[in-house]
Nanobody
Framework: QVQLVESGGGSVQTGGSLRLSCAASGYIYDNKCMGWFRQAPGKDREGVAGLYIVGGRTYYADSVKGRFTISRDNAKNTVYLQMSSLKPEDTAMYYC??????????????????????WGQGTQVTVSS
């Protein structure tokens, strides 16, 4: 089992910044992806950023490239999402994601984000204009 606890959400104005944190505990499969998804009201959950634990290669949705950065502190078993130049359309519940034994071996392929094995409870990000 993996437990994921997000923090760092809040309300900011357009152009502001936030850093989300995801503290992971339990057995972390290091041959998997870890990442962030988001879900706005009335919309499907979408992949935002992913990172391979081994190697550290990162992936981003086109909508956040150049503005968001995913990183991991292995010593703290924590994944971060640094968000800058925030826009109102970034308003959503943000979820941390990790792989299970049979899921999330890949973060994304041809624009399709793979479904993880574990989800955090989410942290709300609200960007006002």
């Amino acid at each position: 089992q993996v437990q994921l606890v997000e923090s760092g959400g809040g309300s900011v104005q357009t152009g502001g910044s936030l850093r989300l944190s995801c503290a992971a505990s339990g057995y972390i499969y290091d041959n998997k992806c870890m990442g962030w998804f988001r879900q706005a009201p009335g919309k499907d959950r979408e992949g935002v950023a992913g990172l391979y634990i081994v190697g550290g290669r990162t992936y981003y949705a086109d909508s956040v490239k150049g503005r968001f950065t995913i990183s991991r502190d292995n010593a703290k078993n924590t994944v971060y999402l640094q968000m800058s130049s925030l826009k109102p359309e970034d308003t959503a519940m943000y979820y941390c994601a990790a792989g299970s034994s049979d899921r999330y071996a890949r973060c994304v392929s041809d624009g399709t984000w793979y479904s993880p094995g574990y989800w955090g409870q989410g942290t709300q990000v609200t960007v006002s204009s």
